[in-house]
């Protein structure tokens, strides 16, 4: 009989991911492009269909990469978990948010977790992608896979390997970004290891699956609180007169000892927004306080509104008050040239300028329309005149703005992404941070 470590060498396994959406449509196109049989499980029914008729609904993944595959029978998808049964691997890339407290939301990692328990065979590997807080894996899912008997490293394989994931990297993608990978038992990293070298470039290994959860979170903590940093800069520089971004760009001429990042209207993804919260909060659970990160989160989620602060300051400048004038956001995308939406601050700004009595439209080449957070819009055309508002505020700095057009025609300008800068006209009706 062919051993686990020998199907991932010959690309006979069938590969199961879970969770079909920016982080496991990737891999899904990737195991596939390696030869292997996969199956996206989700529980929504039109990423099911799509993904079963070749078609991609990801921005990164080209259709292309989807429907040969499935043309050949090697990719396809179901909303029923009964597939784990069939599965030799099974990777799990389920949203972790925060809960309204923002303390740690677990359900979606539980019920994956629950349902391939239901489904376990002998021989089967298990890798956690989902970030999440250090212990997660040991302490959450390897218990529910061992309930019944099976024996870690021997019956069941568990792991965890953070998702690298950045929408709209035209470079970096997942085959050559470099993956961390941290198993429950050596034999558990041995075949977690195994699997991954057929679609990644280069595998990281570390001692534990604690330390890859850890790792993840300061990977991302490190740009939260860098972020959280320069909000502030941003702050204080336009109380003493200056331009940040003119200071963060000189500073970053230095070839050694700094790295720059650049202030804007508060934090947006699932990752950068999320994830260090779950460090805090498991440290909070040991008696200690992440002062950093939680400094950091409390100066990045006030930046939305110091926005509508800088709105209500431009306006007033005009001897207009902000209820009732007309406002446009550009973009409400979390990052340029892309049509993610995730923990967008472009929602909070627009949700504290309709509290204000504004009345608000947006504009997004890359989003036509949303129904998220309460508010369901449409873009207006990126062709219409910037003239027909009263201000203009630049949430998501896309490529396809017009910025020579924008300056021209804007009667007022609140640019959070200093994306005007360089451009020839009127600067005087240009707000910054």
């Known amino acids: 009989m062919e051993s686990l470590l020998d199907k991932f ?20 196109a990737e195991f596939a492009r390696a030869g292997f049989r996969v199956t996206g499980l989700d529980y929504d029914r039109e990423k099911v269909r799509l993904l079963n008729a070749g078609e991609s609904y990801i921005q990164d993944v080209p259709t292309a990469d989807i429907a040969p595959h499935v043309a050949a029978r090697r990719l396809g998808a179901t909303a029923d978990p009964a597939i784990l049964a069939e599965a030799d691997a099974v990777v ?53 896979l061992t309930e019944k008997g099976a024996v870690l490293g021997k019956d069941v394989f568990v792991a965890f390997s953070p998702e690298r994931v950045d929408p709209g990297n ?9 993956k961390v990978i941290g198993g429950a038992t050596p034999e558990c990293l041995k075949l977690a290891t195994a699997l991954y070298s057929n679609i990644i470039d280069t595998l990281v290994p570390v001692s ?10 300061l990977e991302n903590t490190f740009r939260a609180v860098n972020i959280g940093l320069v909000n502030e800069v941003a702050m204080m520089s336009r109380r003493l007169g200056l331009d940040p971004f003119e200071v963060i760009r000189a500073a970053a001429s230095k070839p050694f000892g700094f790295m720059p990042f650049y202030p804007g209207p508060g934090l947006g993804g699932h990752c950068i927004p999320i994830d260090p919260l779950y460090l805090s909060w498991k440290l909070r ?8 990160i939680d400094l950091a989160d409390t100066i990045n989620s006030s930046m939305p509104g110091y926005v509508v602060d ?17 406002v446009l956001v550009y973009g409400v995308a979390y990052k340029r040239d892309v049509d993610d939406m995730r923990e967008s601050p472009a929602f909070h700004v627009m949700h504290d300028l309709i509290a204000r009595g504004a009345e608000l439209s947006y504009m997004d080449p890359h989003v036509p329309s949303f129904d998220e957070d309460g508010m369901k819009m449409s873009s207006v055309d990126p062709a219409s005149s910037f003239a027909a508002w ?14 020579k057009r924008l300056l021209a025609e804007a009667k007022l300008v609140v640019d959070t992404r200093d994306a005007l800068r360089g451009v020839e006209g009127d600067r005087s009706k240009v707000y910054g941070l």
């Not at 079909?20 to 891999?27: A, I, M, T």
């Not at 925060?98 to 539980?110: E, V």
């Not at 659970?285 to 950093?292: D, G, I, P, V």
């Open 9 to 28: 060498k010959n690309k006979t396994a069938h590969v199961v991911v879970i969770g079909v959406g920016y982080v496991g449509l990737p891999l899904v």
């Open 92 to 144: 799990v890339c389920v949203p972790t948010p925060l809960n309204k407290t923002k303390d740690p939301d677990m359900r979606f990692i539980l019920e994956a977790t629950s349902e391939i328990a239901k489904h376990q065979h002998p021989g089967m590997l298990i890798v956690l992608e989902s970030t999440t807080y250090p212990g997660t894996t040991d302490e959450v899912v390897v218990p529910k």
């Open 170 to 178: 035209k470079i970096y993608k997942t085959k050559n970004t470099s």
């Open 208 to 217: 534990s699956t604690q330390a890859a959860e850890m790792v993840k979170l």
């Open 285 to 292: 659970t040991l008696k200690y306080q992440a002062r950093f």
């Open 310 to 326: 800088r709105v209500t300051e431009a306006l007033n400048d005009q001897k207009k008050a902000v209820k009732g004038s007309k």
């Open 390 to 403: 009263d201000c203009v505020v630049i949430v998501t700095d896309h490529e396809k703005l017009d910025r």
